[in-house]
Every structure is written in C-alpha cells, then in structure tokens.
C-alpha cells in the first residue's frame, strides 16, 4: 500500500513537472500581442516548421500574404521580424537607423569572430567601415583610374573563353577567379593567375562555404545544433575554412607585407592599415591584426560572390533572350565603334546596356533577405514592438517584386528602366544593396564590374546554351546568396 502511494507521489510529481514545463515554454513561446503578427509559434520549435521548407524564399512570401508587411517568428533563440515593402525598409533602416544598425550574435558573423565590417557592431563598426571606405577609395574603388584594372581582368577572361573553342564550360569558377582579383588588386596589392593553385584553392574553399546552408540556415538562431557530434550542419567544417584563410591565405599576405613595408610607399590596403596601426596605442582595439584579417576576409567574400552571381544571372538572362545581346551590341557598336572598349564615361551614351545592367541587379536580387541586423532598443514602428534584441531580416525580395514598382516583376525587361526619350529612369527604386547606414560598402565596384562585363561580353561573343540543350531556366536556390540553378554556356566569337 505504501509503495503504491509513493509511486503515486512520484506519478504526480511527475506530471507536475511536466504540467509546469510545458507551461514555462508555451507561456514562452507566446507572441506577445505588442510584436508584428505571424503563426502562432509552437512549444520548443516556435515557428521553425514555418519556413523550415524547402523554398524559404517562397514561405517568407506567403507568410506575407497571411499577416502582412511586418511579420514576427519565434526562430530558436530570437523573435526574428521580416520587414517587407519598399516605405517599411526606407522607414525603419534610415529613419530608425540608431536602433537597427548593429548586427546580431548569429553563427555566420562568428567566422569573422564579429570583427571587421560586416559582423561587428558599435564603435568597432564605425572605425572599421569608415577606414575601409576611405581607403578603398583612396585606392581606386569606384574611380575611373581603377577601371583600366577591371577592363583588363575582363579581358583575361574573355582570352579565356577563347580557349574553349565554342565548347561549352563552367563559368561560376572562372567569373569568381577574375572578381576576386578586383578586390585582391586593392588589399593585397596584386592579382593571381587563374591557375594559380593557391588562389583556386581558396576561390574553391569560398564556393564550399558559400554552397552550405548551414550560414544561412537553422544554425544561426539554435547555436547548440553547433555542439552536435559528427558535424551534421557543417558548423565545424566552416570554422576550419575561416581559420584556413586567416592562418594560410591572409595572415601569410599579412607576414609578407610587414616585413617589406615601406610607410613612404604605401602599396595597398594593407600597406595603409598597418601603418595606421602603428599610430595608436599598442592597447587599441580597433586597429589590431585580427581586425585587419577580418576586413580582409570581408570585402574577399562579400566582394567575389555576390558580383559574380549578379553576372552568373545576367548570363542566364542573355542566353534566353538572344534579342537583348543583339540590342546591347547595336547600341555599343553605335555610340563606341570598334575601335576602342566603352569605358564608365559612355555609361549614360549607352542607356539601353546601362538598363540590363540596372535590371539584372533588380532580379537578380543576389542577397534578397539583405544581411541580418539587429534590434538594441525596443522599437516603435506601424503600431508594433520590435522587441530590443530581435533580429531583423530586410525583405529585399519584397522591394525586386513589388508589382507596382515593376509590373511583371519576374521577367526580365530591361526596358522598364527607360523612360519614353530612352534615358534611363527609376534606378533608385531597386535597393538590391540595402539601405540605410549598412548599405553595401561594395556598391560602386559593383557597378563598375557588371557594367564593363555586361558591355565586354556581347561586344565580341554571342552566348548560348550548351549544344543541344534549352536556354537554362530562371530560377535559383538560396545559400548565402541567391544564384541560378544551372551555369554553363558555349562562348562563341563573333569574328
Ligand atoms: C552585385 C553585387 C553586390 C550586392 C548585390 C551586394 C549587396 C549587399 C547587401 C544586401 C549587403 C547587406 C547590407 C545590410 O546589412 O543591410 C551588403 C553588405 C556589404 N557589402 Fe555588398 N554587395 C555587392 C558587392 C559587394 C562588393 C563588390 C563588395 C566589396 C568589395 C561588398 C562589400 C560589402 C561589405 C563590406 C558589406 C558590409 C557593410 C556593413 O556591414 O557595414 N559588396 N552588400
């Protein structure tokens, strides 16, 4: 009789404390009716079945359909707050720029330790993007002297294309080789070979890392998935990758460069930061190695995949529409001749080629949920909380297909960015770079790189598919990037 009453007593205190947990998490995983409206979240996985699909892109839209521009999730550890529709961004990103320009603890910004531009926050943020940006365009970002550099990449790889005979090649490996020598140009202070075996490894390692949904995936809101044993989202692979480049690829260029600096000389951006590193106090902790790596690491990543995307698209879209390549190498051939290559200065000569350039960027759209930032207030906006430490997710995707800002949103139509004289009109509704105090910092070597490539290539060769085969389809798949499924292509000489 006794045993049965403790087993009793154990039974109740069981369910007692299965009652009382149950509570706590469902009690936690409440959205509180202050916060912007979505799902209701579940006990323990919140709102993960949500958007764990296959087309996340596809589910943040719908979700939109369902409870309107500003949606809340419970994702793991955080509220996250998508942000959709052109005035929502504008509104929250610059005139609530100080409560939503930092970024937020998640697993992608620690493979730069959160140091550097892009994953740091505060006044470590501000002296890094404002030395970044100032010495970038010391050394050429965005000026017309760094132009002959770009012209002259483009034309290593178009001699290139030459050696493929008309077959049909990979073009993902080559276009990255070529713009990371942009921006390895300005940091390191020189370019490599395309068959450089180191630089192929690690152009290769960025593509790994890139290809892993685990940066833009359940990581980043659940960290203890990083803890699991045998490695089953890539956490463990990601952080040997970031420590390679630090260790082998930027700290060897870091060695080399401290032990030939001359500060009367000053070569390149690392030249420029490791003298500004020896103008404050050695206790300074903005201005150390580990800082200079990240940068570094930053504008390699952030500088390669998302120009080579935007072009890899660009392809897509000139093999399916064979007329626009015929257009842009009319107007070209026009207004430059043959004599000479256009240059940035007949940009606004050439407004039909400028308008495939504007609108590859609109759908090509290569970051379309921009980069996570972060709430450090409880903010007021359109009636809601965003509770102080969300993560804030800028729906960019809502903006490239706002249908009254670009009717016919998911076709290609270059047209649309020129008004009825044929100049171009309504490039700054496209925010494919962000907005606000984070706007991308690569913007103007952006442009530059996809309008000399957009204007070289169908200059001097037609592209096409791959003998046999349809025109590849307009469609994508999410990593870290937005990229198009399939990117082969026959390069053939017009001559
Ligand atoms: C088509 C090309 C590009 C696109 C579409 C693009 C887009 C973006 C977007 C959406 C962001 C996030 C802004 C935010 O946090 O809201 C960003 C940030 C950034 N981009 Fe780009 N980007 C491109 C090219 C480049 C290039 C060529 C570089 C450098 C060489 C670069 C360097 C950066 C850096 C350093 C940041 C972080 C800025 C910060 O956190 O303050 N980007 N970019």
Same mark, same amino acid.
């Given at each position: 009789?006794?045993?049965?009453?403790?087993?009793?007593?154990?039974?109740?205190?069981?369910?007692f404390l299965?009652?009382?947990?149950?509570?706590?998490?469902?009690?936690?995983s409440?959205?509180?009716?202050?916060?912007?409206?979505?799902?209701?979240?579940?006990p323990i996985?919140?709102?993960?079945?949500?958007?764990?699909?296959?087309?996340?892109?596809?589910?943040?839209?719908?979700?939109?359909?369902?409870?309107?521009?500003i949606i809340?999730?419970?994702?793991?550890?955080?509220?996250v707050v998508?942000?959709?529709?052109?005035?929502?961004?504008?509104?929250?990103?610059?005139?609530?720029a100080?409560?939503?320009s930092?970024?937020?603890?998640l697993?992608i910004?620690?493979?730069?330790?959160?140091?550097?531009?892009?994953?740091?926050?505060?006044?470590?943020?501000?002296?890094?993007?404002?030395?970044?940006?100032s010495?970038?365009?010391?050394?050429?970002?965005?000026?017309?002297?760094?132009e002959?550099?770009?012209?002259?990449?483009?034309?290593n790889?178009?001699?290139?294309?030459?050696?493929?005979?008309?077959?049909?090649?990979?073009?993902?490996?080559?276009?990255?080789?070529?713009?990371?020598n942009?921006?390895?140009?300005?940091t390191?202070?020189?370019?490599?070979?395309?068959?450089?075996?180191?630089?192929?490894?690690?152009?290769?390692?960025?593509?790994?890392?890139?290809?892993?949904?685990?940066?833009?995936?359940?990581?980043?809101?659940?960290?203890?998935l990083?803890?699991?044993?045998g490695?089953?989202?890539?956490?463990?692979?990601?952080?040997?990758?970031?420590?390679?480049?630090?260790?082998?690829?930027?700290?060897?260029?870091?060695?080399?460069h401290?032990?030939?600096?001359?500060?009367?000389n000053?070569?390149?951006?690392?030249?420029?930061?490791?003298?500004q590193?020896?103008?404050?106090?050695?206790?300074?902790?903005?201005y150390?190695d580990?800082q200079?790596?990240?940068?570094?690491a930053?504008?390699?990543?952030?500088?390669t995949?998302?120009?080579?995307t935007?072009i890899?698209?660009?392809?897509?879209?000139?093999?399916?529409?064979?007329?626009?390549?015929i257009?842009?190498?009319?107007?070209i051939?026009?207004?430059?001749?043959t004599g000479? =290559?256009?240059? +940035?200065?007949?940009? /606004?000569? @050439?407004?039909y080629c400028?308008? *495939?350039?504007?609108?590859?960027?609109?759908? !090509?759209?290569?970051?379309?949920?921009?980069?996570?930032?972060?709430?450090?207030?409880?903010?007021?906006?359109?009636?809601?909380?965003?509770?102080?430490?969300?993560?804030?997710?800028?729906?960019l995707?809502?903006?490239?297909?706002?249908?009254?800002?670009?009717?016919?949103?998911?076709s290609?139509?270059p047209?649309r960015?020129?008004?009825?004289?044929?100049?171009?009109?309504g490039?700054?509704?496209?925010?494919?770079?962000?907005?606000?105090?984070?706007?991308?910092?690569?913007?103007? =070597?952006?442009? +530059?790189?996809?309008? /000399?490539? @957009?204007?070289?290539?169908?200059? *001097?060769?037609?592209?096409?598919?791959?003998e !046999?085969?349809?025109p590849p389809?307009?469609?994508?798949?999410?990593?870290?990037?937005?990229?198009?499924?399939?990117?082969?292509?026959?390069?053939?000489?017009?001559?």
């Amino acid at each position: 009789m006794i045993v049965f009453w403790i087993d009793m007593s154990l039974f109740d205190i069981l369910l007692f404390l299965i009652f009382v947990l149950s509570s706590v998490l469902w009690l936690r995983s409440r959205r509180p009716a202050s916060y912007p409206p979505g799902p209701t979240p579940l006990p323990i996985i919140g709102n993960l079945h949500n958007v764990a699909k296959k087309d996340f892109m596809q589910a943040i839209r719908d979700l939109r359909q369902n409870y309107g521009d500003i949606i809340s999730l419970s994702l793991g550890s955080y509220w996250v707050v998508f942000v959709n529709g052109s005035e929502n961004l504008r509104e929250l990103f610059v005139k609530h720029a100080n409560e939503t320009s930092d970024r937020p603890p998640l697993f992608i910004f620690k493979l730069v330790k959160n140091k550097g531009v892009i994953a740091s926050s505060g006044p470590n943020w501000k002296h890094q993007r404002t030395f970044a940006l100032s010495k970038l365009r010391d050394f050429g970002f965005g000026k017309r002297s760094f132009e002959s550099s770009i012209l002259e990449e483009i034309e290593n790889f178009l001699n290139l294309f030459e050696s493929f005979k008309g077959k049909s090649f990979d073009l993902p490996g080559i276009i990255r080789t070529s713009l990371s020598n942009n921006v390895m140009s300005i940091t390191v202070g020189r370019r490599f070979q395309y068959d450089d075996p180191k630089f192929r490894y690690f152009v290769n390692l960025l593509d790994e890392v890139n290809n892993t949904a685990a940066l833009s995936g359940a990581l980043n809101f659940i960290p203890i998935l990083e803890k699991l044993p045998g490695d089953p989202f890539g956490a463990k692979r990601i952080l040997e990758v970031a420590n390679e480049f630090f260790d082998n690829f930027f700290g060897e260029e870091l060695k080399e460069h401290r032990e030939t600096l001359d500060e009367n000389n000053i070569r390149d951006f690392i030249d420029a930061y490791l003298v500004q590193m020896k103008t404050v106090e050695p206790s300074n902790e903005y201005y150390t190695d580990e800082q200079l790596l990240s940068v570094i690491a930053d504008l390699f990543g952030a500088g390669t995949e998302t120009s080579a995307t935007t072009i890899e698209w660009a392809f897509v879209y000139l093999m399916n529409d064979m007329d626009i390549q015929i257009k842009m190498r009319q107007e070209i051939d026009d207004i430059v001749g043959t004599g000479r =290559l256009p240059t +940035m200065s007949d940009k /606004h000569n @050439l407004p039909y080629c400028e308008a *495939v350039v504007i609108e590859t960027f609109r759908l !090509g759209n290569v970051v379309p949920f921009s980069l996570p930032h972060n709430a450090s207030e409880d903010i007021y906006f359109k009636g809601y909380i965003i509770p102080k430490n969300a993560v804030i997710m800028p729906c960019l995707d809502s903006v490239a297909h706002d249908e009254n800002l670009f009717p016919d949103s998911h076709s290609f139509k270059p047209d649309r960015f020129l008004d009825e004289n044929g100049k171009i009109c309504g490039q700054d509704k496209i925010l494919s770079f962000s907005l606000g105090r984070r706007v991308c910092l690569g913007e103007s =070597l952006a442009r +530059m790189e996809v309008f /000399h490539t @957009l204007q070289l290539c169908p200059k *001097v060769r037609n592209f096409l598919p791959p003998e !046999g085969e349809s025109p590849p389809p307009v469609k994508g798949q999410l990593g870290v990037t937005y990229s198009p499924e399939v990117s082969k292509l026959r390069a053939i000489s017009l001559t």
